[in-house]
């Protein structure tokens, strides 16, 4: 009598479910938020890096369209800006305004400008419903788009590097004119990359690709060459003047003298604004238009001139063997079984440890499914625990009670049956002793015996017994043939005086039942029970009774045949209760059920399944 | 050949207790009966399961209740699983039970009915002179469980059939063998069990044969 042990499949499967389930919810996105929130979060609470060395922000603010430049900026004041700014010989000056034509006075001044002073890029916007166009005299590479890929949250975390526009002419964006420009010195020319000839490259600095389903990304458009943005971390990233500071004469040339140099518009009233929860110090997360397009060019530049990362996501399969391992390792904490406080312990250390890993890496620039592996370790450690738990406590609880029957019957059995059976045996058959006293003494002998069957009745736990109607429990770990013969004889016991005189014709040979469940087992001996019944119920002036069970060609067969009365007497609805679950046992065995007509006389009940059941079935089994 | 040779050799037997003075009471009353036969003695299902293997006794009278090694509890189990293993194992090794729970042993019935050689079931309170008849019985290849162990009249349909091929027929058991397509030792075993479900045991003076066809006429066996 061994108490019930889980298998494998049992114990792994409701993890593995659970963690299945993670997988599931992340693959139809529903983990995408939480994921996006957890990269933003991490990359805001980055140590802070250097002010970048090589970028300067003109920023036009408020102020400056209220006092020095008429709102929008006229042609002639931008051909003077960037005049002044060329006389400090930058690499490259970005002017973050849109300008399609004429606008006030001096545009062919602004034309004549933009001639001689080739290291400037203006934008333009070339996706959408309203596309603006450049001005018409500019060569190609004085142009970059400014259109940004956003979340579905309506945040920023991509730059997108080229895209064909609506006539289908491949375009590069701003940021990619930029570094283009002041890479030029540097002798260095966009290149298709080494590694996936797809990407973009400068030199060493090769640009990873955004792929649709890169780090907590699932299924995003990619159109174009786009990238993850990694925002240059710490309050104050870039150099920055604004318009005014600039144009008082009174600046460091350094700020402007080899550098990248963007003009763009800071003020509220322009709304020239893109929400980002990854940089630090903008409250709101609204960020300058002008600011976005320094980290991306920033991020290009560093990698070029510091190998600065870009940053990087796991292959998706990886990705996924990382969430499966977190569950493998929820289910592992759980069957290790501690107590409750230090599993708690734990698993608060554990997801701890993994939340600080996963920002260590992204600090190192890898982008792992922390939120989801997380998520699946919490769910395992959380779930499985108290069920685990009180499985144990069950089992232990059995396991007592067996051992205190199991030591009562002891005593029992070397003490006083001993005595007795001895005192018996020593008895001499001729001597005519007090008759009375024998047989007390071998009824004493007979209960004392029965206290021990009736405490292992007792102790079968309710999970593996079969508990005939007659209150009887036969273990369901019992080869299935002999538990049909106890049930059997169960059954008659109940009612000796009809089966006793009967004429029984039995065999219970050995069935085949390693596939079949407690659960089946336990019905096929209520189906046996049941089929019994019905012979003492329906089969008057029965006076032969086969019960036969046993394999034939290839089948396990239960057979009960009576020589009754038969069909005319049976129950006038001929599907009772008990034929129905007759039936769907039959299915559930993949065999059928019978009753039909015995020659010459009664009723036969047949259950046959085949031997060999499909593996699925099995496995579940 | 082998069935000769243990006829005339010394018999060895193998008892099986838990319980050093019922062992050694009942080595002393077979020891008085059987003087040129070489008993040994166990007291766990271990060793009983190596000790039948090395020396395949001619008999093992066994006490159900017994542990599965030294120093483990004594349980009904444990014997039950032992026979178990012994009666698909040895099918040529002469079993006498001693039990306190008959009823325990109707799940191994199919088992015993197809086990070849002697098995006989008796109970611990049983008189000395009785068990020496359970024994006696076990060595000459015969069936006997007591009638707890079932409920009016149980045949197999081989047997049942035999039955009726030599009573309603009248025929030889070598005539059986032939018609029932089986060997002339299975019939004989056949008979074995008959007579045990029918109650038919031997008896000095009386032909066992006949009072098997009276038993089985009286119970409507035969038509």
């Known amino acids: 009598m061994q108490p019930w042990r889980p298998n494998w499949q049992t114990r792994l499967l409701p993890g593995l479910s659970i963690t299945a389930l993670v997988i599931l919810a992340r693959l139809f996105g529903i983990l995408q938020p939480l994921e996006w929130k957890m990269l933003d ?84 916007k070339i996706l959408g419903l309203s596309p603006v166009a450049p001005l018409p005299s500019l060569s190609e590479n004085q142009i970059g788009f400014a259109d940004a890929a956003l979340d579905s949250d309506g945040f920023i975390r991509r730059s997108l ?26 002798g260095v020319i966009l290149e298709n990359g080494l590694r996936d000839p797809e990407t973009m490259r400068f030199g060493p600095a090769e640009i990873p690709r955004f792929q649709e389903n890169t780090g907590g990304y699932i299924r995003t458009q990619n159109s174009g060459n786009q990238t993850l943005l990694n925002f240059r971390s710490g309050p104050s990233p870039f150099e920055t003047l604004t318009y005014k500071e600039f144009i008082s004469q009174d600046i460091d040339p350094e700020l402007i003298h080899n550098r990248a140099v963007l003009v763009g518009y800071t003020a509220d009233s322009v709304k020239d604004f893109i929400s980002s929860g990854a940089i630090q110090g903008m409250t709101p997360s609204l960020v300058p238009g002008v600011h976005l397009q320094a980290h991306a060019v920033s991020q290009i530049l560093s990698a070029f001139y510091d190998k600065r990362p870009f940053l990087k996501a796991l292959p998706d399969a990886f990705e996924y063997l990382l969430i499966l391992g977190s569950g493998c390792l929820g289910i592992a904490l759980v069957y290790w079984r501690r107590q409750p406080m230090v599993h708690l312990l734990l698993g608060v250390s554990a997801i701890s440890l993994g939340l600080v890993s996963g920002y260590g890496l992204l600090v190192a620039s890898w982008w792992l499914p922390t939120v989801p592996m997380a998520i699946t370790f919490f769910l395992n450690a959380a779930v499985l625990y108290p069920f685990d738990q009180s ?33 018996l045996s020593r008895w001499p058959v001729d001597q005519s002793a007090p008759a009375p006293m024998r047989s007390d003494l071998k009824t004493l002998n007979h209960e004392l015996r029965s206290i021990y069957d009736a405490m292992q009745k007792e102790m079968l736990s309710s999970t593996e017994q079969l508990v005939l109607t007659s209150q009887q429990s036969i273990d369901l770990e019992l080869p299935l043939n002999e538990l049909c013969r106890e049930a059997y004889q169960i059954t008659l016991e109940r009612y000796p005086d009809f089966f006793e005189p009967i004429i029984k014709i039995v065999a219970f040979e050995p069935l085949k039942d390693e596939h079949l469940s407690i659960d089946q087992k336990r019905n096929l001996g209520r189906f046996l029970e049941e089929a019994l019944i019905n012979v003492k119920k329906y089969a008057k002036s029965t006076t032969r009774l086969t ?7 290839g089948n396990n067969v239960i057979q009960v045949i009576d020589n009754g009365e038969g069909f005319k007497s049976a129950p006038s609805k001929p599907k009772g209760y008990g034929t129905k679950q007759a039936q769907t046992l039959a299915r559930s065995l993949n065999g059928q059920f019978q009753r039909t007509k015995s020659t010459p006389k009664g009723v036969r009940c047949e259950l046959r399944w085949p031997i060999e059941q499909p593996a699925w079935k099995r496995w579940i089994g | 050949m082998v069935v000769t040779m243990a006829q005339t050799s010394v018999k060895t037997f193998l008892v099986v207790d838990d319980h050093a003075s019922v062992l050694e009471g009942t080595c002393r009353v077979l020891q008085v009966q059987y003087a040129d036969a070489k008993i040994t003695t166990a007291a766990t299902a271990d060793t009983v399961e190596a000790m039948v293997k090395d020396i395949q006794p001619d008999l093992l009278i066994m006490d159900l209740s017994i542990p599965q090694r030294e120093g483990d509890l004594s349980q009904t189990e444990t014997g039950l699983s032992l026979l ?69 009249i149980e045949l197999k349909p081989e047997w049942l059939e035999m039955l009726q091929l030599a009573f309603d027929k009248g025929l030889t058991d070598k005539a059986i063998s032939k018609q029932m397509n089986v060997s002339e030792r299975t019939v004989c075993h056949y008979w074995t069990r008959v007579q045990d479900a029918l109650g038919v045991y031997p008896e000095t003076g009386t032909n066992i044969r006949v009072q098997t066809y009276n038993k089985a006429r009286q119970s409507g066996l035969l038509d």
Not at chain 1, 42 to 52: C, F, H, I, Q
Not at chain 1, 406 to 423: D, E, K, W
Request: charged share 20%; proline share 5%.
């Open chain 1, 547 to 553: 019960v036969d069970c046993r394999q034939r060609d």
């Open chain 2, 84 to 152: 178990r293993s012994l009666l698909t194992t040895y099918a040529n090794l002469n079993i006498v039970v001693q039990s306190a729970h008959v009823k325990s042993l109707i799940r191994l019935k199919s088992l015993i009915d197809t086990h070849q050689a002697g098995f006989t079931i008796a109970d611990k309170g049983l008189s000395s002179s009785e068990m020496l008849v359970k024994v006696d019985w076990a060595l000459n290849g015969l069936l006997y469980t007591p009638p707890e162990m079932r409920l009016g």
């Open chain 1, 391 to 423: 499985q144990l406590q069950l089992r232990s609880q059995l396991e007592d009670r067996q051992k205190l029957i199991n030591q009562t019957f002891n005593t029992i059995h070397n003490g006083p049956l001993q005595t007795l059976a001895s005192m």
């Open chain 1, 41 to 124: 979060l991490s990359l805001r609470w980055r140590p802070a890096e250097a002010t970048d060395p090589r970028i300067t922000v003109i920023e036009i603010t408020d102020e400056d369209l209220q006092t020095v430049l008429p709102h929008p900026p006229s042609d002639q004041a931008l051909a003077d800006l960037i005049q002044t700014l060329q006389t400090y010989a930058p690499r490259v000056i970005g002017i973050d305004i849109f300008r399609d034509g004429p606008v006030g006075e001096g545009y062919p001044a602004l034309l004549q400008t933009l001639e001689t002073v080739e290291n400037t890029v203006l934008i333009h």
């Open chain 1, 161 to 186: 590097l080229g895209i064909n526009d609506q006539d289908d002419n491949y375009r590069f964006s701003f940021t990619v004119r930029l570094v283009e420009k002041y890479l030029e010195p540097d």
